[in-house]
């Protein structure tokens, strides 16, 4: 993974002094991803220089500017974490403190009556707070990313990305709960009892096989939309850039043979919603034999890691084990999703060189692109349950906006939040 480090130096005003600091970057074998001057006086300007390195390398790039007779450094600092300080998100209000009155009328004595208002006719809680529109994003860190069973604070970081995502593709508050325990009814239970301040719950990075429980079983208890996003995000996602790929190479998705490699909740959640489609080839493989055998409850059959890369058309992988594909292993025309975050089992350029005819990552083929318009459309048809038809709408609308040559729309463009949102709403409607 490349980490990029801002540093931060003052060079004085004569032509070729800041030259001489961007010669020791390329001498040192580094790239300038970005420079910008931060600040200036009569003598100095203060600039700050992105680099990106090697998360491994070492360089003494500081030293050296500071040797120069006319540079200093400041400081130096890793922009990833400069940008998650403080944390990411916070509740904001919605109204303008301005007056007495606008304090009265929100606060006491004002809101006792909106309060009994809602005692008595519980279903003003939708109109006069913002429950509908706040989602639980609970996880117990079994499973974050392909890190692994990190525990649910260190998961924070990811959550609150998450909610960051619902607040800007889907007008929807995200509201991280951590669980510190990996017993699946103590989750069962605690979501269960806060479900009431919650329009949606989406459950994330729970570990395979408890996922399938707690997901199961609050479901079956909440009447508001539970989703995990591991599992059914991915899925769409997954399915989306499936069927682009297919389509670019004149492939019948339905009768393509797709192997997975990874039985958890993200490879599970797949195969279900890639049989459901109707793809009547799916194969996997686990280190577990619980999970392959829960493949083939499904109507997927299990194989060995090197039958499945000699006989997949597509291989989705999902183990949380990076470079765990070798290139080698890459059959001419294969389409391969290698989707464990943060580093995949084998990088996109790498699955090309070698043959494959698409290859793409975790982080293009990424849940990002489905939970929000997934989560905004159920809450908007008021529907408490998602359903395999509102999932596929979302992938045929995300393959449906994707530009040709690519596998997965811009991320970064509301419109195909949106665009899946009302997918789902409809398909959700139609009580499909
Ligand atoms: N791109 C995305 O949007 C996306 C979404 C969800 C998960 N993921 C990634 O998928 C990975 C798995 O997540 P999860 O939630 O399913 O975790 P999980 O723990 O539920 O499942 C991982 C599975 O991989 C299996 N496995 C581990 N090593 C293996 C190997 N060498 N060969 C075969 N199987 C192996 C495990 O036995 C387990 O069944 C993570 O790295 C995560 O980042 C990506
Ligand atoms: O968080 C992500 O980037 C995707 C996914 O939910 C994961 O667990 O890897
Ligand atoms: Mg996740």
Redo the contacts with the bound molecule.
Sequence with gaps: MKIPEILLFEVEHAPGNLAQVLQLVGNAGLTVENLEAVARTSTHTQWELTIEIDETAQHDLCERIDQLPSARMLGRSDRVFDRHRGGKIRTVSKVQLTSQQVLRDIYTPGVARVCLAIQKDPVKAKEYTNIPNTVAVVTNGT????LGDIGAVAGMP?ME??AALFDAYADLSGVPILIEDKDPQVIIDTVAAIAPSFGAIQL??ISAPTCFEIEKALIEKLNIPVLH??QH??AVVALAALITATRQVGRDLKKSRVGQIGLGA?GIGISRLLLEYGVEGVIGTDLNQDAMAQLESLGGQRASLGELMAQADIVISTTGVKGLIKPEMVREGQVILA???PDPEIEPEVALQSGAAFAAD??SV???LGFPGLFRGAIDAGVVKFTDAMLIAASECLAGLTPSGALTPDPLDRSVHDAVANAVREAAEQGL
């Design positions: 499973a974050i990313l392909g990811v990305g998450k994330e990075d996003d591991d995000g991915t993200a989707l464990t975050n975790g982080k990424n849940n990002v």
